[in-house]
């Protein structure tokens, strides 16, 4: 296990009593641990993003170097990208 380290968080009184239910329902076995879950997937979704946009930044770049696409061929990797997207999200909210 990694170096664990102690930090204090100040958050709303609704927020923090979310955590404790979520507790007292059995979910977690501290409210630590809810905010560990909860930074993973904040962590995941920045990942997810820079992905995205080092993706678009590419799109760009070789467009504006000369790189043409005809648009139908755009719009279908833009409906492939949304689809995959999509059920990531899916994935990741059943999970």
Do not use: C
């Amino acid at each position: 296990m990694s170096k664990l380290e102690r930090i204090t968080v100040t958050m709303p009184a609704e927020m923090a009593a979310k955590l404790r239910a979520a507790v007292e329902r059995g979910e977690y076995a501290t409210t630590s641990e809810v905010v560990r879950e909860a930074l993973r997937d904040w962590s995941d979704e920045q990942e997810r993003l820079d992905r995205d946009n080092a993706a678009v930044r590419a799109m760009l770049d070789s467009a504006r170097a000369g790189g043409r696409i005809p648009a139908d061929e755009v719009f279908a990797q833009v409906r492939e990208h949304v689809a995959k997207v999509a059920a990531e999200e899916l994935a990741r909210r059943d999970a």
